[in-house]
């Protein structure tokens, strides 16, 4: 075979034959080019978004945090200065109830930072944030049942117990979850 008879391929060889006027693609293409713009392009947005998502939900905990020491530090002045003692536990279960809730925005927080750092999601703080908003709602059920005392109707009642026995069923189902995901979730949250 002769060098200068490039239009035959030889058996065994993956290469086409050399054709006038038609050239192999290369990465630098226009398509290539415009697809590698636009995914850098959508990943810096993505980023920005997530940094804007995050720095909101940081405002918004210290925004919380604020107004659950506001409203706990005003309840217990009036509770201590028209000695009315019997106010002092339900605000006390309601400043816990508010922490929780700056926790749960607390942990959406994490959950957002570490996908700024690590481009991946976590199943885990979702898990514990289903696990805290049921422990939140659990302790307002204390704290309306507690409040109400013996004047509780009936039917307000059975309610207030299946929304009880709901979410003690979410804390262990979640809880349960935790446990026999465990090292995959350590795994995926780690990032490998």
């Not at 490039?6 to 398509?31: A, F, M, V, W």
């Not at 919380?64 to 509770?79: C, D, E, K, N, P």
């Amino acid at each position: 075979m002769e060098d200068d008879e490039l239009n035959i391929l030889e058996p065994g060889s993956n290469t086409l034959p050399y054709q006038p006027g038609k050239h192999p693609k290369r990465n630098h293409d226009s398509d290539d080019f415009l697809a590698t713009f636009s995914s850098y392009w959508l990943e810096s947005a993505d980023t920005v978004i997530y940094a804007i998502v995050g720095t909101s939900f940081l405002l918004g905990a210290l925004c919380a945090l604020g107004y659950s020491f506001w409203v706990f530090g005003t309840q217990m002045i009036a509770a201590l200065s028209t000695n009315g003692i019997n106010n002092i536990a339900p605000a006390i279960i309601q400043f816990v109830s508010d922490l929780l809730l700056v926790l749960i925005i607390m942990e959406v927080l994490g959950t957002v930072l570490h996908y700024l750092k690590a481009h991946a999601t976590s199943l885990r703080p979702f898990l514990f944030i289903g696990i805290v908003s049921a422990t939140r709602s659990i302790l307002s059920i204390g704290a309306r049942l507690s409040i109400a005392g013996s004047n509780v109707e009936p039917a307000e009642f059975t309610r207030a117990m299946i929304e009880l026995g709901v979410s003690a069923a979410v804390v262990l189902a979640l809880g349960v979850t935790i446990k026999l995901l465990g090292k995959q979730l350590e795994d995926n949250a780690s990032g490998t």
